[in-house]
């Protein structure tokens, strides 16, 4: 089977930085999603990393280190809005998606 | 643009009774999936279809079934309904089945089994 484990919750403050690590022990690696979901809603595609290393976009930035079966989250200036779960999902031999269980991000004023 | 849209929104629903959960796309993305999402557990794959005319099953495939007739719709049915399958369903398909491509997620269906 697969498993990914990242932190249930994590909590701070308007304007700063939150990182949300992943790590992941799956049949094969085909490349791994970072996704949002705010309650009640449908998760929305955030990042998609299958190199080592970082990728960019705004606020969001997404780290993947394929030796170690880690990847970590990284989301900057933090605003209200970004309170919602973060959802680490792996793409395995199979090339279907296996989701970790979601880190809820609060972010307080 | 609709993108993904399911039916119903919610519905509680007495053990035994058979439901179809409905999924429609407009997308004409050639893979769809369903997926329960239970607290603590994350999103777990029910079936998929990697195109119209084909299904497989996920990890969690017992007590559902599924039918892909063409490309738009993807239907999931429990067809004797127990308490355990009380959950949040979502459907999401993407371009093509490789599971290198983003997958667009519905607005979910919540299925209370008493």
């Known amino acids: 089977g697969q498993n990914i484990d990242q932190p249930t919750e994590m909590t701070a403050t308007e304007g700063a930085i939150v990182q949300i690590n992943c790590t992941y022990q799956t049949s094969g690696f085909n490349g791994l999603f970072w996704y949002q979901q705010h309650a009640g809603e449908a998760p929305t595609f955030l990042s998609y990393n299958v190199l080592d290393g970082l990728e960019e976009k705004g606020r969001f930035s997404s780290f993947l280190s394929r030796s170690k079966g880690y990847s970590y989250l990284l989301l900057k200036e933090l605003q209200m809005k970004d309170s919602a779960s973060y959802l680490c999902a792996v793409v395995s031999n199979d090339y279907k998606l296996s989701f970790g269980a979601g880190t809820t991000v609060t972010v307080r004023a | 643009i609709a993108g993904i849209t399911q039916a119903p929104t919610s519905q509680i629903l007495a053990a035994g009774r058979r439901m179809t959960l409905r999924c429609t796309q407009d997308?004409?993305?050639?893979?769809m999936y369903w997926y329960r999402q239970d607290l603590g557990l994350g999103l777990r794959l029910i079936h998929y279809?990697?195109?119209?005319?084909?299904?497989g099953k996920g990890e969690v495939p017992d007590g559902y079934s599924v039918s892909r007739a063409n490309t738009d719709d993807f239907p999931l049915t429990l067809a004797s309904a127990v308490p355990s399958q009380t959950s949040v369903y979502f459907c999401?398909?993407?371009?093509?089945?490789?599971?290198?491509?983003?997958?667009?997620f519905g607005p979910g269906t919540r299925l209370t089994v008493l």
């Open positions: 279809s990697n195109t119209a005319g084909t299904t």
């Open positions: 997308m004409r993305h050639n893979a």
């Open positions: 999401a398909s993407s371009e093509s089945s490789g599971g290198l491509d983003t997958q667009y």
